[in-house]
């Protein structure tokens, strides 16, 4: 992948990662009574005062499974692993990975294994 990309897909995750910590967050204060939220008036300070483990065990089960992996696709880009396929260890095309960056699976192994679990049910 060329640096262009790769820049792109670094914004790309942190402006999502961005966004969820900071849905997270008003998720975590509507859990708060009014008078806490007065002292914290800045949610994304709020989140960022708390620890990382205590902050992500309060929020959504949702949220948090999709922010760890943007996270992770964020360390992939760092590592440079990112736009590899875990399966095959192909590349990712381009197009599949500004779909869905977080993606760790190629199409083709993606559909594989989609076939495989439903001839598992059948
Ligand atoms: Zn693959």
């Known amino acids: 992948m060329d640096t262009k990309n790769i820049k792109l897909f670094k914004k790309l995750l942190n402006d999502q990662l961005n966004a969820l910590l900071k849905e997270a967050s008003q998720t975590v204060e509507g859990m708060s009574d009014e008078k806490e ?3 914290f008036p800045d949610t994304t300070d709020r ?3 708390e620890s990382d483990r205590n902050f992500l065990l309060r929020i959504r089960d949702r949220e948090r499974l999709l922010i760890l992996k943007v996270k992770s696709a964020i360390s992939r880009i760092e590592e440079g692993t990112f736009g ?3 399966s095959c260890g192909g590349k990712i095309s381009i197009a599949r990975l500004k779909a869905r960056p977080v993606t760790t699976f190629c199409i083709e192994c993606k559909t594989e294994a989609e076939q495989q679990e439903k ?4």
Request: include cysteine.
């Open 84 to 86: 590899i396929c875990e």
């Open 47 to 49: 989140a960022s005062a």
């Open 119 to 122: 001839s598992d049910q059948a």
């Open 37 to 39: 939220r007065e002292n």
